[in-house]
């Protein structure tokens, strides 16, 4: 194995006897973001059942980052919920809390969207009032509050809702079936 590359199998189990596991042949580099990653960066070869696979490469396609990306956004948001012992943070992990946080946010928003229609569509309704009061959006800046909504309102556009821009503030917005 090559120096710096670790291979997280704890067995010696051939690639023919796990026909399951998918394979990234890619090496993924894990690095706080905002350092450029480079060759000389640790390396890390991984095998990953073949769902985990095709949900990283469809959350990679959604957030247009390579799989390489998405994985690193990942596993450094999840380190950085790790709070320290005595509850004080650094300014540079505050903030880099807080740009992870858009991107929960903008799936939570995402998820509550289509919840809300599906919820909504078996009982008959045609219009939607997704409510996101809850989620204080006035306090983001414009370019943030744009960032969290976009995926969702892109979604809705592609499939075919009316979104109405005059209903949109940070309490929520209104959706439409289009007759």
């Known amino acids: 194995m090559p120096h710096g590359e670790v291979n997280l199998l704890s067995h010696r189990a051939s690639l023919k006897s796990t026909p399951r596991w998918g394979i990234i042949s890619s090496v993924i580099t894990i690095i706080k973001i905002g350092i450029a990653m ?3 960066d640790p390396q890390l070869r991984i095998r990953l059942p073949v769902e985990l696979k095709e949900k990283i490469e469809g959350s990679a396609k959604e957030n247009n980052r ?10 450094d ?8 012992e ?6 540079k ?28 569509v078996r009982i008959g309704h045609k219009s939607f009032c997704i409510d996101l009061d809850d989620l204080e959006l006035e ?13 969702t309102f892109s979604r809705l556009t592609e499939l075919g809702y009316i979104l109405s821009e005059k209903s949109l503030d ?7 079936i289009p007759e």
């Open 38 to 40: 480079s060759r000389e």
């Open 66 to 75: 390579s799989m390489n990306a998405e994985i690193v956004q990942r596993l």
């Open 77 to 84: 948001a999840s380190y950085l919920s790790e709070f320290p």
């Open 86 to 91: 005595d509850g004080v943070l650094s300014a």
């Open 93 to 120: 992990d505050a903030l880099q809390i807080a740009n992870n946080a858009k991107e929960s946010l903008s799936n939570l928003i995402f998820t509550r969207t289509f919840a809300e229609i599906s919820k909504k």
């Open 139 to 151: 306090v983001l800046s414009d370019d943030d509050f744009n960032y969290v909504l976009k995926r």
């Open 170 to 176: 940070s309490g929520g917005f209104m959706i439409e």
